[in-house]
């Protein structure tokens, strides 16, 4: 069954650095997204991607962040300057359509920022 | 945000029991839902998903009721195995052509053998 994959699967950093989490969405989805799980709170929503470009993202998607799909597989997000409270799980999910549509998720990143 | 609400963070059922499991929204342009399973350290599962248009969609074990005038779904478990236990989280979208998807905080389920 195809499936959404993550890599790094821990990811330590010291603040201030940048760090790239990578995601391999379903081969035959077009639409990805990227939420966060800060240790004790919901899931949340960070960007949307679609036909190459940003769709939509939230508050928390500053400056800081980015998002790319550098080839035909790979999907990443970049946090440039990392900061303590970027520290959360990262899910990476895929859907085949955007509305009504389920989004597949990753089995996430951990990051810890020191 | 609050748009999405579990009440309960916790709930202990018998194994061979009915687990239901609620959620609460209060954004009315919501026309899409869904329940996911998460263990710890991973991400999280689909389970089973709603459309707006009906009030009821079965799979297997696992039924979702949805009531759009009291702005409420349900995620039935019969009969709840220890497999179950796990914690659920309930999500919407459909916000203003939005496809993100908005989560609750999660239910935690144990199942005891």
């Known amino acids: 069954e195809p499936e959404v994959t993550q890599t790094p699967s821990h990811q330590v950093t010291q603040m201030g650095q940048e760090v790239i989490l990578r995601c391999v969405p379903i081969?035959?989805?077009?639409?990805f997204y990227w939420y966060r799980q800060i240790l004790g709170q919901k899931v949340e929503f960070l960007v949307s991607f679609y036909n190459n470009e940003i769709s939509e993202k939230s508050e928390i998607f500053d400056d800081q962040f980015s998002v790319e799909r550098p080839d035909g597989s790979n999907f990443t997000l970049k946090i440039r300057s990392t900061k303590l409270e970027d520290s959360a799980m990262y899910f990476c999910?895929?859907?085949?359509?955007?509305?009504?549509?389920?989004?597949?998720f990753g089995p996430g990143t951990r990051l810890l920022v020191l | 945000d609050q748009q999405v609400k579990q009440n309960s963070p916790s709930l202990s059922v018998q194994e061979g029991r009915i687990s239901i499991l609620n959620c609460d929204y209060t954004?009315?342009?919501?026309?899409?839902f869904l329940w996911y399973k998460k263990y710890p350290a991973e991400g999280p599962t689909f389970l089973i998903s709603i459309s707006s248009i009906k009030d009821k969609n079965e799979d297997g074990r696992f039924t979702v009721f949805l009531n759009k005038s009291a702005k409420h779904l349900s995620l039935h478990i019969v009969p709840s195995q220890p497999g179950d236990s796990a914690v659920y989280f309930c999500?919407?979208?459909?916000?203003?052509?939005?496809?993100?998807?908005?989560f609750g905080t999660g239910t935690r389920l144990k199942v005891l053998a």
């Open positions: 999500a919407a979208s459909g916000t203003s052509g939005t496809y993100k998807y908005i």
């Open positions: 999910a895929s859907s085949d359509r955007g509305r009504w549509e389920t989004q597949y």
């Open positions: 081969s035959n989805h077009l639409y």
């Open positions: 954004n009315s342009m919501f026309d899409y």
